[in-house]
């Protein structure tokens, strides 16, 4: 069985798929990378966000965080601010019992 669990990994790999954990890892790469472009602002930490605990069912969740942030117009008070607000688009899962 442990053969078929490398091409499965490397088929989750070239689909996009990323954990909970590396999914908020790369929100927080993509929001410091964002913020140090505007006046002022303050750097986040993966530790402190809580990267390390992440559910795996949060990955599209920091996958969209990532994406505003590191998509975004960061050049600007009017540009940051489009972004924080394209960021408040994503949705957090919930449960829905």
Known sequence: MRPML????????LAGCNS???ACE???ASYNSCIEH???GYLI????????VVDDDNADFYD??????GNGDCTSNE???DTVAQAATCSY???TE
């Open 79 to 81: 540009g940051w601010a």
């Open 38 to 40: 505007v006046d002022g």
């Open 6 to 13: 490398i091409p499965l990994a490397a088929i989750a790999l």
């Open 20 to 22: 909970g954990q590396q």
């Open 64 to 69: 969209c965080l990532a994406d505003a942030y």
């Open 45 to 52: 930490d993966s530790e402190i966000t809580g990267c390390d």
């Open 26 to 28: 790369d929100y927080v």
């Open 93 to 95: 899962p919930t449960d």
